[in-house]
């Protein structure tokens, strides 16, 4: 019996980056003289959730494979979250935080032989305010530096360090509530991270407990703004200080801010909250890694 001919589904964010390739064009090369079959589907700049779900029905596809950064690939687990259709990534960000959580490959060729071929695995992900967020979600600092991030006309690290010197100057510290085993802890905070994976797209390892399989994340309270703690930990993998920073695994948690403060999720900024919901989804994306 003939074997079915694997049907690849790539949906091209063609924002993402600095815009120096051309991944249609890339991808229909590399599959050129192939045997699968491959649909490209670029994301217009106006594209609903509703859209691409339809596009992605419409293909019958048997991979979905997100081209782009950490945006990209939430915009499609939004689309297949709970489904068993797996989705592939290839990292074409500023940052492509989740790639490199997974260890797929940066290099184009390396990570489109992956998407094709690699292996399956189940993760959770984190319903935070009704947003699906697969890597990392923050209140506080990190937050208001992505703001600044979007606000400036390029991309790339140099542009991050000048979002992450304004934002260091400019914010101040927040009154934070929220009920852990029972307490209640009121506490001033830089920043406060629901955490899915373990490190930023910079590399910065902000979750050294995280794991992408179990059925707990992480809330990691940054009480000062900490930069040498964090560097401390990121080299030598020495323990927190708690009196500045402190994590806990959970599967659930709610979070009160005394005023309005900046929020994100997997980079992207969603303006300012005072509350805070976050609830495990269990097994909920396949990814081929």
Request: a neutral charge; hydrophobic letters at 40%.
């Amino acid at each position: 019996m003939k074997s079915k001919t694997q049907k690849l589904l790539f949906i091209v964010n063609p924002g993402s980056g600095k815009g120096e390739v051309n991944y249609t064009e890339e991808i229909t090369a590399f599959f050129k003289e192939r045997a699968e079959e491959i649909e490209i589907y670029e994301l217009p700049s106006d594209c609903s959730l509703e859209a691409l779900k339809s596009t992605i029905k419409k293909s019958k596809a048997d991979r979905v494979i997100a081209v782009g950064g950490d945006g990209t690939l939430k915009l499609v687990a939004e689309c297949l979250v709970n489904t068993e259709t797996p989705i592939g990534i290839i990292p074409a960000g500023s940052a492509n935080g989740m790639a490199k959580e997974l260890g797929i490959p940066l290099e184009l060729q390396e990570a489109l032989e992956l998407a094709t071929a690699g292996s399956l695995k189940k993760i959770h992900a984190v319903m935070v305010n009704k947003e699906l967020c697969i890597h990392l979600s923050d209140i506080g600092f990190n937050a208001y530096l992505v703001k600044k991030f979007d606000e400036l006309p390029t991309r790339g690290m140099q542009t991050y360090a000048k979002a992450a010197w304004h934002a260091f100057w400019n914010h101040q510290k927040m009154d934070v509530s929220f009920k852990i085993d029972g307490k209640t802890i009121n506490q001033k905070a830089a920043m406060v991270v629901i955490a899915n994976a373990t490190q930023y797209g910079t590399g910065l390892e902000i979750n050294p407990d995280g794991k992408l399989d179990d059925r707990l994340f992480e809330v990691i309270i940054v009480k000062e703004y900490a930069v040498m703690e964090i560097l401390k930990i990121w080299i030598s993998k020495l323990p927190w200080n708690p009196k500045k920073i402190e994590s806990h695994q959970l599967s659930e948690l709610e979070i009160r801010t005394k005023h309005k403060v900046h929020f994100q999720v997997d980079g992207e900024y969603l303006g300012k909250v005072d509350r805070v919901v976050a609830k495990i989804l269990p097994e909920a994306l396949t990814i081929i890694v």
